[in-house]
């Protein structure tokens, strides 16, 4: 119509579709992004300085846990506490025990949809990178790091011989070298479990587990860290361990788990949105590039 306009819309700048999909894709991790290990490694270092330390004190530890009695002169409000305590640091153990934590990694799976059971068959099995799906890749390095330190530990327990407090006898045997010693273990009855005391394999495992779950769910890194301290202090409290052999173990459980953290786990690429006037976000499912 004469004397009308016709208004035409503004032209969007060239950049500007790259710099909202830059804004969006700012928050995922880059493909092949290394994660450090040095924590890791670190942790290790200080348990296998806290484990020297700890033979000091393995056996009055050991046996006061043994006897299972609180001093005479703790108050009773104090007995009451410790005791509930103890009771939770007893529950503990499922954090540590093979099978319970295998019950724990399926419900993780079953909960985070960026993981996914790996295929055991060939070319898959033995390396992370071969797996069909990152998703199944992420959780491949999550079972590797949980269960390579008790396997470690499995290894040094058909090298090294210590009895278990539960199965020795402090009064005759008051020594923390007498536990090693040979002499003493050939008079120790029942299964070779009672001589299997070094290193500790749940301390190893519970250590791995919460090592995996801190990589992959950072904001909740020190709930599993006591989690594992808690797995680690049921096995010295059951007289299961001395001391020394739960750090020794939880070491040995953060060294395996170095050994398969080395990336970022995989996480699906937030995209910017699809259409026009649309306000839905997708997801990239594609593979993040686990590299190893």
């Known amino acids: 119509m004469r004397g009308m306009t016709r208004c035409l819309p503004t032209p969007r700048p060239a950049g500007a579709p790259r710099a909202a999909a830059t804004s969006a894709e700012s928050i995922v991790p880059a493909a092949n ?14 348990l296998v300085l806290l484990g020297i330390a700890a033979l000091t004190v393995d056996v009055p530890v050991a046996a006061w846990c043994k006897d299972g009695a ?55 099995f033995g390396r992370p990178a071969r797996q069909p799906t990152p998703q199944q890749a992420t959780f ?43 002499a003493v273990i050939s008079t120790v009855t029942g299964s070779r479990s009672n001589i299997n005391s070094f290193p500790s394999g749940h301390s190893a495992i519970a250590a791995g587990f919460a090592a995996a779950l801190a990589w992959k769910y950072p904001r909740g890194r020190i709930f599993f860290a006591i989690f594992a301290l808690m797995a680690a202090s049921q096995r010295i409290v059951s007289s299961a361990h001395f ?17 398969f953290l080395r990336w970022q786990p995989w996480r699906p690429a937030l995209l910017p949105p699809s259409g026009r006037g649309s306000g839905d976000v997708t997801f990239n499912g594609s593979p993040a590039g686990d590299a190893v």
């Not at 992004?33 to 200080?46: F, I, K, N, R």
């Not at 790091?145 to 020795?168: C, E, H, M, N, Q």
């Open 243 to 259: 001391p020394s052999d739960a750090c020794f173990g939880a070491a040995l459980g953060l060294v395996g788990a170095s050994f």
């Open 70 to 124: 609180w001093p005479a002169a703790m108050p009773s409000g104090l007995v009451k506490i410790a005791g509930e305590i103890h009771r939770l640091v007893t529950l503990s153990e499922v954090i540590g025990h093979t099978v319970s934590v295998v019950i724990l990694l399926g419900l993780v799976a079953a909960l985070d949809g960026a993981l996914a059971w790996p295929r055991w068959r060939a070319p898959a």
């Open 140 to 182: 491949a390095r999550f079972l590797g790091a949980t269960f390579t330190g008790g396997i470690l530990t499995d290894i040094i327990k058909l090298l090294v011989d210590r009895v278990r407090p539960r199965a020795a006898d402090f009064v005759t045997h008051g020594s923390v070298w007498d536990s090693f010693n040979e």
């Open 33 to 46: 992004q290394p994660a450090s290990v040095a924590p890791l490694l670190g942790g290790a270092a200080g």
